[in-house]
């Protein structure tokens, strides 16, 4: 795995082909062709996608979105932090590292981190210091958030229950 790095995936035509090979060997459910079609649409140059080539093919991938201070409901201080989505590695390449390696680069910013684990994933989230944050039934809307949060970062204290009162 020397000299594979992580890099940020230009939103153009080549990215997109790329991405349909994820299409075909991949997880449906994990489909990035839409949010890069959309993003193309926008003519948008900040690209949230991140991969990782071998040679010409990309293995690995995710998403990385830097959301403001403003909307932050998980973390103590508030701040910016980034949610990761998406997080793909092609079968034939699982279990090398190259996850690792991405979510690696996601803690470089050295930002809180809040994912929405796919089923059977938890294991992997855990290893790499995720913990499960304390539901809340308004802001988490079914989902089961997992934070990572850099050293001087602590979770957000959940709102108390109402329905309790």
């Known amino acids: 795995m020397n000299k594979v790095k992580v890099e940020n995936l230009l939103i153009?035509?080549?990215?997109l082909e790329k991405f349909k090979r994820f299409r075909e060997y991949g997880n449906q459910e994990l489909s990035m062709l839409e949010d890069l079609q959309n993003n193309l649409i926008e003519n948008n140059s900040e690209s949230p996608f991140y991969g990782v080539y071998i040679g010409e093919n990309l293995i690995a991938r995710m998403?990385?979105?830097?959301?403001?201070?403003?909307?932050?409901?998980y973390f103590?201080?508030?701040q910016d932090y980034?949610?990761?989505w998406k997080?793909?590695?092609l079968p034939?390449?699982?279990g090398k590292g190259y996850g690792k390696l991405m979510v690696d680069y996601a803690k470089s910013?050295?930002?809180p981190i809040k994912t929405s684990p796919r089923i059977n994933s938890q294991g992997f989230w855990e290893k790499m210091g995720?913990?499960?944050a304390q539901y809340d039934l308004e802001r988490d809307l079914g989902e089961n958030p997992l934070i990572w949060l850099p050293q001087g970062v602590q979770e957000k204290a959940a709102l108390p229950n109402h329905d309790d009162e």
């Open 76 to 78: 103590d201080p508030p």
């Open 109 to 111: 910013f050295n930002l």
């Open 63 to 73: 998403s990385l979105y830097r959301i403001k201070e403003k909307y932050d409901n």
């Open 87 to 89: 997080l793909e590695v």
């Open 130 to 132: 995720f913990q499960k």
């Open 92 to 94: 034939d390449y699982q």
């Open 82 to 84: 980034l949610a990761l």
């Open 12 to 15: 153009n035509f080549k990215t």
